[in-house]
């Protein structure tokens, strides 16, 4: 009996590693990465941009997919909208205020996965020093192998936010209506390489 309660005990210390184990670390591949977002302007038509420096990773656990997380960091002052005068506006402090804040931020706080594999990712989003909660529609795609042996997948995710609620107010009226809208749709296509180092440790 004494020989049984040993064995348990260890069972129950052992399981947290094995399921620890199953998580492995995901990093994002910049270069591959694009983090894109869209805006109402003059209330006819959507202008697009996009940040050119994104990084992060995430903790994948291929058995359950709610124990995953993801973090990751967008640098501001990377933005293009493909007009430099506009671009310069955004980042200044009546938008982005790049030179006070440099980046934002987004950490997961709990995953949810529906059978059809599709993702619903709770987290923080910070932008200009102000956190507040979202939630991501996401999508993981099958892992491949490319030509230098890196394991690599790709994660899809989209959410929109009122710019308002961070800070960002900045914004003329005309006849027709805003010359920039409140609500922004955040588009996220990104390439994960899976770190040699293997499993995410606590």
């Known amino acids: 009996m004494k020989n049984l309660i040993r064995i348990l005990a260890a069972a129950a210390v052992a399981a947290p590693a094995l399921a620890l184990a199953d998580a492995a670390t995901w990093n994002i591949d910049p ?3 694009r983090a894109g977002f869209s805006v109402k302007h003059l209330v006819i038509t959507d202008v697009k941009g996009e940040f050119q420096k994104t990084s992060g990773k995430a903790q994948i656990d291929e058995q359950d997919l709610s124990k995953s997380s993801v973090e990751a960091a967008i640098a ?8 430099a005068k506009r671009d310069g506006h955004l980042k200044s402090a009546d938008f982005l205020d790049v030179e006070k804040f440099p980046e ?8 949810e996965a529906s059978a059809d594999g599709k993702l619903k990712i709770a987290g923080n989003l910070t932008i200009r020093g102000t956190t507040k909660p979202v939630t991501l529609d996401g999508e993981l795609t099958r892992t491949i192998t490319d030509p230098w042996g890196n394991t690599r997948r790709g994660f899809s995710a989209t ?4 710019r308002r609620d961070f800070g960002v107010s ?5 006849d027709a209506g805003p010359v920039v809208g409140d609500e922004v749709r955040i588009d996220i296509q990104a390439e994960l390489i899976k770190d040699k180092g293997a499993a995410a440790k606590s």
Request: proline share 0%; no cysteine.
């Open 31 to 33: 270069s591959h990465t």
């Open 76 to 83: 501001t002052a990377s933005i293009d909208t493909r007009e």
């Open 104 to 111: 934002i931020t987004f950490k997961s706080t709990k995953v």
């Open 159 to 162: 959410t929109k936010v009122n």
């Open 170 to 174: 900045w914004g003329g009226i005309t």
